[in-house]
T-cell receptor, first 112, second 116 residues
């Protein structure tokens, strides 16, 4: 049962451009929405996270936009750099059961 | 660096053998999660444990797979009688025990299991 749908599956962006990755969820009980970045051969690393009481959170070049009514959230990477090339996973969890559901991932390639 | 540690990093087993994967959570973390990742796919939840207790094993196959998190020592994911379909990367994550910080899961580098 896929509870978090992520798109696109892959994304190619020119250096300096904006990378946008979208996720949609089904379970309205989800109350924590993190994004993870994974480089080949490495474990996922927590990048940025948001809770549903805010509509946007920004950390450096990374911004999460959250639309509670649409049950969607997205990651925006501003001024994308080749070093951002990685696989990005969105996730969602319900605080009371600590069970985190992951999207299928987006492979981002930033061309120099 | 007291991050999540996993060993071994790479494990090769023949069909029918047993695989034991170990995970030491971050210092101060008492929640451990195991995930499986197949090539080109996302992370699939397997099991969630606290010290000496399995909280949720809904993602773990009923046969051949087991997990434990003893009072002392690392968490162990055990796969008996491995088959080729078990070949994957297995990631462990840990989180703090209380408060809002309990949401945040920190991942280890993974164990890549290859079954020949």
């Amino acid at each position: 049962q896929q509870q978090v749908k992520q798109s696109p599956q892959s994304l190619i962006v020119q250096k300096g451009g904006i990378s946008i990755i979208n996720c949609a969820y089904e379970n309205t009980a989800f109350d924590y929405f993190p994004w993870y970045q994974q480089f080949p051969g490495k474990g996922p690393a927590l990048l940025i996270a948001i809770r549903p009481d805010v509509s946007e959170k920004k950390e450096g070049r990374f911004t999460i936009s959250f639309n509670k009514s649409a049950k969607q959230f997205s990651l925006h990477i501003m001024d994308s750099q080749p070093g951002d090339s990685a696989t990005y996973f969105c996730a969602a969890s319900v605080s009371w059961d600590n069970d985190m559901r992951f999207g299928a991932g987006t492979r981002l390639t930033v061309k120099p | 660096n007291a991050g999540v540690m996993q060993n071994p990093r790479h494990l090769v087993r023949r069909r029918g053998q047993e695989a034991r994967l170990r995970c030491s959570p971050m210092k101060g973390h008492s929640h451990v999660y195991w995930y499986r990742q197949l090539p080109e796919e996302g992370l699939k939840f397997m099991v969630y444990l606290q010290k000496e207790n399995i909280i949720d094993e809904s993602g773990m196959p009923k046969e051949r797979f087991s997990a434990e998190f003893p009072k002392e020592g690392p968490s162990i994911l055990r796969i008996q009688q491995v088959v080729r379909g078990d070949s994957a990367a297995y990631f462990c994550a840990s989180s703090p025990s209380v408060g809002l910080a309990g949401y945040e899961q920190y991942f280890g580098p993974g164990t890549r299991l290859t079954v020949t």
